[in-house]
């Protein structure tokens, strides 16, 4: 069994930055491709980005792509979300998932932390 815990959401100003963390407990962290969604009030929960196990493929959403970036610490069982020029539009609730396909769709995703509130204010 893996827990993700996420920390580093906030609230910021539009073209601001903030740094996302998911710290997992558990022994199979390495071995999980782990992925960033957000879910903002009344849509469906969207991908944002995943990294592989090697950390050697990444993958964004169009929609933050050039803005953020995935990246993980397999010593320190971490997985990172780097926000940079946030716009209002990306104001959400920011979850961190594990699984063991490299998709987009949540429904491949096994386990998932309770989620971060970014807000981004205009």
């Known amino acids: 069994q893996v827990q993700l815990v996420e920390s580093g959401g906030g609230l910021v100003q539009a073209g601001g930055s903030l740094r996302l963390a998911c710290a997992a407990s558990?022994?199979?962290?390495?071995?999980?491709?782990m992925g960033w969604f957000r879910q903002a009030p009344g849509k469906e929960r969207e991908f944002v980005a995943r990294?592989?196990?090697?950390?050697?493929?990444?993958a964004v959403a169009d929609s933050v792509k050039g803005r953020f970036t995935i990246s993980r610490d397999n010593a320190k069982n971490t997985v990172y979300l780097q926000m940079n020029s946030l716009k209002p539009e990306d104001t959400a609730v920011y979850y961190c998932a594990g699984g063991r396909l490299a998709v987009t769709a949540p429904s491949a995703y096994n386990y998932w932390g309770h989620g971060t509130q970014v807000t981004v204010s205009s």
């Open positions: 990294i592989s196990r090697s950390i050697t493929d990444t």
């Open positions: 558990g022994r199979t962290f390495s071995s999980l491709i």
